[in-house]
């Protein structure tokens, strides 16, 4: 895995890996990109350099740091995807929230006046805790995992948050999706996008788990939702 930067944690353990890329001219905010459980792998590093080219500060921490850094696996191998679910498993979300107050806190001494974040599968799940959790301007989870079972956490959202849901999760049943929607159907700082008949992972940027068409319409509306919560 290519990481070019530190950042040093809360809680002053070490000092969190993190792939950056600087835009052309001044920044137009920060962008965070929290990684699925495969690691900043090509695919991860990829939308760092898309949204550094959009004009945003771009930054992909290391979230396995403290168990394991420079993971880097693909999902399309079986080996691999097993790998990834154990890091998982053993990843510390409590403290890996921490780490993320860290970097946003280290994006905003870079000058910007705003900062979002966009996570995939596990980093869904991270984008909706730092939403619920920091002081976040923005954040956008695709098919976050978890999140029905942390409804509550959702009065502590002070900023703007998206949620991108495939219908076909294998990860994210039909009963959890219907209690997102319950929950926050009536939340007008929260935005619900389902994607019928796609699976996890059709975001991704690269592999066999990508839709073409459902992966540019979920990008272009957090693209369009970033240019208006963060600049």
């Known amino acids: 895995m290519t990481t070019n930067t530190l950042i040093a944690s809360l809680d002053a353990s070490g000092e969190i ?92 001494d870079q000058g910007v006046k705003k900062v979002g974040l966009v996570g995939f599968c596990m980093g869904g799940k991270i984008a909706y805790e730092s939403a619920c959790g920091t002081d976040i301007d923005a954040a956008v989870a695709y098919y976050g995992v978890g999140i029905d079972q942390m409804l509550d956490r959702a009065e502590g959202i002070t900023g703007q948050l998206m949620l991108h849901i495939p219908t076909n999760d294998g990860f994210v049943p039909a009963e959890a999706q219907k209690a997102i929607h319950q929950a926050f159907d009536h939340r007008l700082h929260i935005v619900l996008h389902d994607y019928k008949g796609l699976d996890h992972g059709f975001a991704d940027t690269y592999g066999a788990r990508r839709d073409d068409e459902g992966a540019r319409l979920a990008d272009d509306r957090t693209t369009a939702f970033f240019a208006e919560c963060v600049g």
């Open 17 to 108: 890996p993190a792939y950056l890329i600087r835009p052309a001219g001044n920044p137009r905010g920060a962008i965070i990109v929290v990684q699925e459980i495969f690691g900043v792998n090509a695919g991860i590093r990829r939308k760092v350099q898309d949204w550094a080219a959009a004009g945003y500060l771009a930054i992909a921490p290391d979230i396995f740091w403290r168990q394991k850094p420079g993971i880097d696996l693909n999902p399309d191998d079986p080996v691999e995807f097993d790998i990834a679910i154990g890091h998982m498993m053993k990843h510390d979300f409590e403290a890996g929230l921490e780490d993320i107050k860290a970097v946003i806190a280290w994006a905003r």
